[in-house]
């Protein structure tokens, strides 16, 4: 386990909507805060740097005193999905039955949605050089990152697709509560760092 | 020439150092170790020192301005440091080199070259590093030199498509902070990165070191250093996105972004409400704003340290606690102490302050577009008025944005914002006022303190002072010592971010505050001056307590408080029970135009309580018991008086050329607040009916040969009061007709009721219109009725029926019949039903029922309904006359002996024959054929003619007299009696009519065709005198 790991999911907005400190070093406020300014500091180069490859694992793109920044950045995949999701629930509720109005007033929502969760950057701040294992918890973090939003847009859908307006976790760029997904991170963390 | 002046300069130099040499001087730096010199070392400094002259001299010849020469020596010194292994003089001599090559190719961009330095560079930085000497790197170091050759190459690169190998280098650099002893080294290491990567156009990174120098500098523990820290961290700010108002330019474009976008109807799109909060990363935020604020208390910049905390303050307050925000406040109170008074800051601090609301104009004070071409010049103007519900704008909720407001030069206006304190201290606004910066409004300050976590609606108000469109961008708040602007769009873009959840909180939803849509500000003109009335009711504006059917006069008083004369003014009614003002004084208001400033005018209204709703008969009956105050009238129910009115077409001064803008005019609704209590209720209205049998005389009570017969009476000249009392013209008996009506009096005073009947004056005859006043005057006693009693007022009814029966009054029956209706008969139809309603509605006018309280109130009584459901009833039995009209009267030929002088009138001897006469009359327009059969009954009762008890003899048919009676005409039909015994008796005639057609059956209301019509006259009474 690294002594420092700081780990940050940036939105598309460069609002990050995500962060803690995995590392296994005492945490003080102000390292913490160094942290941040350096991941913050490192988005200039991610910028440039996921233009020019098509990987999404950026390994080391910068580095502060000792502190190596490691960048996933995940691009436009979701953005399918919910496409195809809100086919589903048209010819679903179509096929109930129920009344053209409201099928389309949801089938208006989710078009609105798709344009949303693109270009998530998954940033660590580490000390260690361990590129498979930060690797391998980019992807898993990843996966869990775009199941908690299945799995809770599945579950709203057979409920009632006006649910979604009121969980925060969809609106565009706005932070992850999810207590399941910050306690899945930390344990990731624990396993690869 | 100037080549030449050099070259043998230098000339002249090189001999010099050459010379020097002989002396046996080592060329010696710091970094040459510092231990003694070996011989082997003597001799190999003194090789090396051959090459550092050639370097040194290539520095003079750079330096001379001449590369070509430069580069020379250069190359030179370049051959003997590598030979010697002399390094660090290597890598000297190798930038100087480059230096000398860029010189000498100054302005040429050539990748070759480009690739060259690069190569070289590379390779100084290299020689440097291998240059370090363990032994005096306590000391001094090559390092700096690496770094400054690293710097020197990213700053040659410096492009943007050479980014990564510029970030690369600069990275490195920085890396080598870390082995630098003296922090100002780092310092200027940082700054140089900083520099650099801000060329570059990495904000983030440049902040990022630009915060590494604002800390290096924050270390030293001076104010100067604290002062270049906070200059140094202002610059960081834009990056970190916590810029102050102040400085940054960007920001007035951003609110002009939303500026535009409010007047596009204020419907952001949400990417672009995103856009505004891109980049904000708090925690950064909040760490740079503490550390701005920490250097500026240090630096003793307290407007800086103010704007910091407020900065702080207003946009992280959630994340900090209720602790932090006191500390912060009192940051800011500290801070202001030391500022001049009056001092303003362009970063607002707390309250969050939103628009609420424009308040509309008041009733009293709406504006109406005037126009000019029209006389009523406010027909067709919007319907504001004083309904917000106007089915008209109903559709137009679009266009929200383009509301207008005027305000009027010198009348105050009234604006409604919101203020949150979402902190946990209380907060102290010492003045809050309308920013305008049109120039022309005067906002009245004032001071409001707002408990922890508590929002408040309070009013600002001010005066505009000249004609113009006025904007209200926000307000202008003094608080916590300074003197900031709070721009409402930023607070709505704030809380639209907050919805998006961009922002952290909403301030006014965390403060208990309801959510309010959003508010557009109305496009806000000040028009000239307009004159205002004002109006109270003279004797209290308090609702006039009415009873029902109550008659008063309210004197309502307008009074001019503008600053302009009233030229025109137009009253008229609008609301509920308008018909409930009987009369305005029109002409008052009309006489007292223009009404100059200050002028007052009172104008006399008459008020006619209306009728309370009969929805609830049960329940007003039931009150009635409690002894009820009546049901009090709702506010909707009131009528209003509305005024238009407007000041001179143009304003004094103004030249005639705008004449195209007139001045608005205005209007004034005044609410007529009546109090309508429950009075006299009515249980109960029918129509009373009596015969009075008439006397047979020689001449008959009835004026048959009159020609408008209907109209016609006959008075009793001998009694006043019996006028009322009638001969029926067509039934030839007395009828009095009485309308009784039942009313109780639930109320708690008593009333005393008295009936008036206009009588109908006919022209011709003068001695019946003073009877008219007499019967009037003398016919109706008044009627008094106790608090919870009812009582019974009679009203007589004038006879009247109209003058033949027809068909129109049956419209009804003739069309299910599908007979008689022909185009000529449905017109005289129409008219004679217009007819009989006209009659009923002429009767029901003339018949006055007023009241007098004591309460000293007079009213009327609102009868009319109740009468015509009495009369509805029964109006086909009052109206329409009997198709026969029978008739008795004494044989002219024989009167003359049979009447006694001492007899009354009309009396008959017994024992005598007496000639009589029937006459019968036809009311139809048709011929009616019958048989005609008269009978003469005692007191008894019992038929006298027929029988064995028979007391009167005869002469003549008396039975089954078979007569056909032309329309409209009558008959005579002759017989004689001879009466055996004196007394009363009463004669009936009678008749079957044999061909009966529908009107008839109609009128006898009965259906089936083969029965026969039974008609029966009224009886006439014969006095039979003589001794037993």
């Known amino acids: 386990m690294a002594s420092t790991a700081c780990f940050i999911i940036v939105s598309r907005n460069d609002i990050p909507i995500y962060e803690a400190e995995v590392g296994s070093a005492v945490k003080k406020e102000d390292a913490a805060h160094q942290h941040q300014f350096i991941l913050h500091a490192a988005l200039d180069i991610v910028q440039d740097l996921a233009w020019t490859t098509s990987a999404m694992f950026l390994k080391a793109v910068d580095r502060f005193n000792d502190l190596v920044v490691s960048v996933y950045v995940t691009a436009g995949h979701i953005l399918h999905i919910f496409k195809l999701f809100y086919t589903l629930t048209f010819l679903l509720f179509s096929q109930r039955g129920q009344s053209h109005k409201s099928t389309y007033k949801r089938s208006s929502f989710f078009v609105s949605l798709t344009a949303h969760i693109i270009h998530t950057r998954l940033m660590l701040l580490h000390d260690s050089r361990n590129d498979d294992g930060i690797k391998s918890f980019f992807q898993e973090v990843h996966e869990l990152y775009i199941k908690v939003y299945y799995c809770i847009l599945s579950t709203v859908l057979h409920l009632d697709a006006y649910l979604i307006l009121l969980n925060p976790l969809y609106l565009p760029g706005s932070r992850i509560t999810s207590s399941h997904f910050d306690t899945k991170v930390r344990a990731l963390a624990r396993k690869y760092l | 020439m100037m080549q030449d002046i050099a070259a043998s300069l230098l000339m002249e130099f090189e001999k010099w150092v050459l010379r020097a040499e002989s002396n046996g001087t080592i060329l010696k730096t710091p970094l040459d170790s510092q231990a003694s010199l070996s011989s082997e070392e003597v001799i190999k400094a003194k090789k090396r020192r051959l090459g550092r002259a050639q370097k040194t001299i290539g520095d003079y010849c750079l330096l001379a301005g001449s590369p070509v020469d430069a580069n020379a020596h250069y190359s030179t010194a370049l051959e003997l440091a590598r030979l010697t292994g002399d390094y ?98 780092r310092l200027i290491l940082y700054v140089e990165i900083a520099r650099l990567f801000g060329t570059l156009g990495y904000e983030r990174k440049a902040a990022f070191f630009s915060r590494e120098v604002a800390q290096l500098y924050l270390q030293q523990e001076n104010s100067l250093a604290a002062i270049s820290a906070m200059q140094v961290l202002a610059m960081t700010t834009k990056a970190y996105r916590v810029q102050s108002r102040a400085t940054s330019s960007k920001s007035l474009s951003f609110s002009n972004e939303i500026g535009s976008s409010h007047a596009d109807g204020w419907k952001m799109h949400p990417q672009s409400v995103v856009s505004l909060f891109e980049s904000q990363w708090s925690t950064l935020q909040m760490v740079v704003l503490r550390e701005i604020l920490l250097s500026a208390l240090r630096a003793g910049d307290p407007l800086a340290a103010w704007s910091a905390a407020a900065r702080l303050l207003r946009s992280y307050y959630p994340l900090i606690t209720p602790t932090g925000q006191s500390g912060l406040a009192s940051a800011l109170s500290n801070s202001a102490e030391r500022l001049p008074s009056g001092t303003r800051c362009a970063d607002p601090a707390l309250p969050f302050i939103r628009l609420h609301s424009f308040p509309l104009h008041r009733a009293q004070m709406d504006i109406v577009k005037r126009d000019p071409g029209r006389e009523e010049w406010w027909v067709g103007s919007a319907p504001s008025g004083p309904f ?60 409001v303190s707002l408990a922890p976590n508590s929002a408040k609606v309070i009013t600002l108000s001010g005066i505009p002072t000249s004609v113009g469109p006025v904007t ?103 609301g509920k029970n308008q018909d409930s003002v009987i009369s305005v004084a029109y002409e008052t208001l009309k006489s007292a135009l223009p009404l100059k400033p200050g002028a007052e005018v009172t104008l006399p209204v008459t008020l006619k309580a209306w009728q309370l709703g009969l929805v609830y008969p049960d329940n007003a009956t039931s009150k009635s018991v409690s002894g009820s105050t009546g049901r009090v009238s709702k506010d909707g129910s009131n009528p209003m008086l509305v005024i238009h009115y407007a000041g001179p077409l143009a304003s004094p001064g103004e030249t005639p050329t705008n004449e195209s803008v007139v001045p608005p005019g205005r209007r004034l609704v005044v609410p007529l607040h009546v109090c309508v209590l429950q009075g006299l209720s009515f249980v109960k209205a029918r129509l009373l009916s009596m015969e009075i049998p008439a006397h047979i005389s020689e001449n008959l009570p009835k004026p048959v040969y009159v020609e408008n017969s209907s109209t016609e009476e006959v008075v009793a000249p001998e009694c006043k009061a019996d006028s009322l009392v009638k001969i029926d013209p067509y039934r030839g008996s007395w009828g009095l007709r009485l309308l009784e009506l039942e009313m109780s009096n639930p109320t708690d005073v008593v009333f005393e009721i008295s009936v008036s009947v206009q009588l109908e004056t006919s022209k011709n005859e003068d001695s019946l219109t003073c009877i008219d006043h007499d019967a009037a005057e003398f016919g109706y006693p008044k009627t008094r009725i106790d608090r919870d009693y009812s009582a019974r007022v009679l009203i007589p009814l004038e006879h009247f029926k109209l003058p033949i029966l027809d068909g129109s009054f049956f419209v009804k029956d003739s069309q299910a019949d599908e007979a008689l209706s022909t185009r000529s008969s449905s017109f005289s139809e129409k008219n004679t039903k217009a007819e009989l309603n006209a009659s009923i509605k002429n009767l029901i006018s003339r018949i006055k029922v007023r009241w007098q309280s004591g309460r000293n109130s ?171």
């Open chain 2, 88 to 185: 660090f003089w290597y890598a000297g001599a190798l930038e100087g080199s480059v230096c000398a090559l860029l010189t000498d190719r100054m302005g040429q961009k050539d990748p070759v070259l480009e690739e060259e330095v690069k190569y070289r560079y590379n390779n100084v930085i290299l020689h440097y590093r291998k240059s370090f000497i363990q032994d005096n790197a306590q000391r001094v170091s090559t390092l700096s030199f690496e770094l400054e050759a690293t710097l020197k190459l990213a700053r040659f690169l410096c492009r943007r498509e050479l980014a990564k190998e510029v970030a690369e280098l600069l990275m490195t650099a920085a890396d080598g902070a870390k082995s630098l002893i003296d922090a100002s080294d």
């Open chain 2, 858 to 1028: 007079s009213g009327e009584l609102n009868i009319k309904d109740a009468i015509q459901a009495a009369l509805q009833t029964s109006a086909m039995d009052i109206l329409l006359p009997d198709p026969l009209t029978f008739g008795f009267r004494l044989a002219k030929n024989v009167t003359k002996h049979a009447i006694q002088l001492d007899s009354p009138k009309g009396s008959i001897l017994a024992h005598d024959m007496t000639p009589m006469e029937v006459l019968v009359r036809n009311n139809t327009k048709e011929m009616i054929k019958m048989s005609l059969s008269i009978t003469c009954r005692d007191v008894a009762g019992e038929n006298c003619i027929e029988g064995n008890k028979a007391t009167v003899l005869w002469a003549g048919v008396l039975s089954g007299i078979s007569v056909e009676v032309p329309p409209l005409q009558e008959i005579k039909h002759s017989f004689s009696l001879y009466f055996m015994v004196p007394g009363e008796y009463t004669l009936v005639a009678a008749a079957v009519i044999d061909d009966t057609n529908d009107i008839l059956r109609a009128r006898a209301k009965t259906d089936s065709p083969d029965e026969p019509i039974f008609c029966r006259g009224s009886p006439f009474h014969v006095r039979v005198l003589g001794t037993v």
């Open chain 2, 472 to 574: 209200i961008p926000g307000c202008t708040v003094h608080c916590f010592g300074v003197i900031t602007e709070h721009i409402f769009r930023e607070v709505d873009s704030l809380l639209l971010g907050a919805t998006q959840g961009l922002v952290l909180s909403d301030p006014f939803r965390c403060c208990g505050s309801a959510k309010l849509r959003n508010i557009s500000v109305p496009n806000i003109s000040v028009v000239p001056p307009l004159p205002l009335l004002v109006s109270h009711v003279v004797g209290g504006d308090g609702a006039a307590i009415l009873y029902e059917g109550e008659i008063r006069d309210v004197w309502i008083s307008l009074a001019n408080a503008g600053s302009v004369p009233v030229e025109q003014a137009h009253i008229s009614l609008s």
């Open chain 2, 388 to 447: 917000i519900y106007t089915p008209f704008s109903k559709g137009e909720s679009t266009d929200d944005s383009k509301q207008e407001l005027t305000w009027i030069v010198g009348e105050p206006v009234q604006v409604l914002v919101e203020l949150a304190n979402p902190c946990g201290f209380d907060l102290r606004v010492d003045s809050i006022y309308l920013s305008v910066h049109s120039g022309n409004f005067d906002a009245f300050p004032i001071s």
